[in-house]
């Protein structure tokens, strides 16, 4: 990519606008848009990641509906299908806009991150510490690392059992999770990208999460869960990140209110938020953008002079 034209990449936590800014400006300089979201690879679990419905989309995208729920994949793998998605549109002429709030994906993407052999799907280790954390449960796996490798359980919720896996799977090919962490805030960038961050108040963002969740329901939400739990899909849609539907699930499972699942979804997302919003402030290469989520124009159009103006200066977004 020439200096001149950064890969443009729209970051920030979930429900702050990202993928209306990032479709107008892709249809202003008439590209394509690369989903950087870890939920939205997956078929039929549209509603509740909040994918842009097909009707509404006025370019081609990228980086949704690649597999079905609970099928194996990993950021290796999305490494690999993004970068070969910026290469092939480039060549087409301009590079798709990276939009999303899996931080991991977008880094793993713009950055030069060698991912180890076993992290592109499924391997022996990380089954047989699945089917130890389904015996045992998730507090006394995260107690089992710390008693090998306390420094890792320390940066690692006790509750993220897919974290406390592959913190056993570094540890046993002789690696340390933690250390491997710190070592990720210094990789080099592997292409020169434009991040553009999202910023919006807190409290106004929990009034815009708790009006999408509304929506959501609206929408049919419930409905989308029993047709995956239908075709076979409930091991994938209940899985601990599936915030949305592992909630409804539950619900239907034991004839809980619906109305305490959707709290709860509520309550699950601001969480998330606030973890997005953590992980992208480390980032100190993102410009951010302050909206307060009403003049959508005045948003475009303060991001459309940060990339004109990197695009006339020539921008070094990596590191």
């Known amino acids: 990519m020439s200096d001149t034209h950064p890969l443009i990449c729209i970051v920030g936590p979930t429900a702050t606008g990202k993928s209306e800014l990032a479709q107008r400006i ?89 991912f180890a052999e076993g992290e592109q799907t499924s391997n022996p280790i990380r089954e047989k510490y699945h089917r130890i954390a389904k015996e045992v449960g998730a507090h006394e796996l995260w107690k089992k690392l710390y008693a090998v490798d306390p420094k890792s359980a320390n940066v690692i919720h006790e509750n993220d059992v897919k974290r406390v896996i592959r913190a056993f799977e570094l540890h046993e090919s002789g690696e340390c999770y933690a250390s491997r962490l710190e070592r990720l805030q210094s990789v080099p960038g592997w292409i020169d990208a434009l991040q553009i961050g999202i910023s919006v108040d807190p409290d106004l963002l929990k009034d815009r999460i708790d009006h999408r969740i509304d929506t959501m329901r609206e929408e049919g939400l419930v409905e989308e869960v029993q047709d995956l739990l239908h075709k076979g899909f409930r091991e994938g849609i209940t899985a601990p990140q599936a915030i949305g539907y592992k909630e409804i699930v539950h619900a239907l499972d034991t004839g809980s209110s619906l109305d305490k699942a959707f709290d709860e979804i509520k309550c699950a997302t601001r969480r998330y938020a606030k973890r997005q919003r953590t992980w992208f402030r480390k980032d100190k290469r993102i410009q951010w953008l302050k909206y307060d989520l009403t003049d959508t124009d005045d948003l475009f159009e303060r991001a459309m002079n940060m990339i004109d103006e990197a695009r006339t200066r020539g921008h070094h977004g990596t590191r």
Do not use: C, H, W
Not at 56 to 78: C, K, N
């Open 26 to 114: 892709a249809e202003t300089i008439n590209t394509s848009i690369l989903s950087a979201d870890s939920m939205q690879i997956y078929r039929g679990m549209d509603i509740g990641t909040a994918k842009v419905p097909p009707f509404e989309r006025t370019v081609p995208y990228f980086g949704i509906d690649l597999i079905d729920p609970g099928e194996a994949f990993s950021a290796a793998l999305y490494q690999d299908y993004a970068r070969k998605t910026i290469e092939e549109e480039l060549a087409s002429g301009e590079a798709p806009i990276l939009v999303g709030g899996t931080g991991f994906y977008v880094k793993a993407t713009i950055d030069d991150m060698d």
